[in-house]
C-alpha cells in the first residue's frame, strides 16, 4: 500500500468548511483514496471513498487531483462534534489488502 | 443490526495473566481485522482473517494469537500478558469489495500491570 502524508494538525472554526489535504504521490493504478476518522477514544469511522473521479455523500465531499497524487476531504460546514483525527489511507478495493494507517491529521472545530 | 460488538470494554490483567478478547459481528461479513492502538500514535494490525477457519499475521503479531472458529466471531488471545500489551485494542470487520470499508468495534481497553 502506497503511504500518505497528512499534516499534524489543524483548526476550523465552526461552521466554516474544512479542507484536510492529503499526499500520495506513489498510489498505484488500482489503489483508491480512503478516508476515516476517529472521534476521542471511539473506533474509526468510515467517511468517503474514491479512485479518480470526486465523491459526494452526507459526510463529506473528497476532492482527488488528476494525476492522483494527492487529494483533499472537505467538510463543507464543519461542527464542534467534527473534532477528530481525520485518516486518508490508500489501498486496493479488491483483496485482502490491509487497512494500514498513519498518524493522521487532528482537526479541532472552535466556536 | 449491532455491528461490531467487543468485549470486554475495559480489562486490567497482572503481568503473565491470560485473556481472551471477543469480536462479534452480525453483518455476515467475511473479512475480520485486530488492531491496537497505541497514545498518539495511529492504528496498528495486529492479526486479521479472511474467512472461518483462516488467520494471518499482520505487522505487530508477536505475543497474540488469534481464531476464527465461527463467522461471526474473532478471538484475539494473549497468552501471557506483558505490560508493552497495555492498549486499546479495536476489531473491525468488511466484506470483500464492500463501498462502505470497515466497520470498526468501540474498542476494549487493556492495562497490564
Known amino acids: 500500500d502506497a503511504k500518505t502524508t497528512q499534516p499534524t494538525s489543524m483548526d476550523c472554526a465552526e461552521g466554516r468548511a474544512a479542507n484536510l489535504p492529503c499526499n500520495h504521490s506513489t498510489i498505484s493504478g488500482n489503489e483508491y483514496v480512503y478516508w476515516y476518522r476517529q472521534i476521542h477514544s471511539q473506533g474509526p469511522q468510515y467517511i468517503i471513498h474514491g479512485l479518480k473521479n470526486n465523491e459526494t455523500n452526507e459526510m463529506a465531499s473528497l476532492i482527488i487531483t488528476e494525476d492522483r497524487k494527492s487529494s483533499t476531504l472537505i467538510l463543507p460546514h464543519a461542527t464542534l462534534r467534527d473534532t477528530a483525527v481525520y485518516y486518508c489511507?490508500?489501498?486496493?478495493?479488491?483483496?485482502?489488502?490491509?487497512?494500514?494507517f498513519g498518524t493522521g491529521t487532528r482537526l479541532q472545530v472552535f466556536p | 443490526n449491532a455491528g461490531v460488538t467487543q468485549t470486554p470494554k475495559f480489562r486490567v490483567l497482572k503481568t503473565g495473566q491470560s485473556m481472551t478478547l471477543l469480536c462479534a459481528q452480525d453483518m455476515n461479513h467475511e473479512y475480520m481485522y485486530w488492531y491496537r492502538q497505541d497514545p498518539g500514535m495511529g492504528l496498528r494490525l495486529i492479526h486479521y482473517s479472511v474467512g472461518e477457519g483462516t488467520t494471518a499475521k499482520g505487522e505487530v503479531p508477536d505475543g497474540y494469537n488469534v481464531s476464527r472458529l465461527k463467522k461471526q466471531n474473532f478471538l484475539l488471545g494473549l497468552e501471557s500478558a506483558a505490560p508493552s500489551q497495555t492498549s486499546v485494542y479495536f476489531c473491525a470487520s468488511r466484506t470483500p469489495g464492500g463501498s462502505y470499508g470497515y466497520t470498526f468495534g468501540s474498542g476494549t481497553r487493556l492495562t497490564v500491570v
Open positions: 489511507i490508500v489501498r486496493a478495493k479488491e483483496g485482502t489488502d490491509k487497512l494500514i
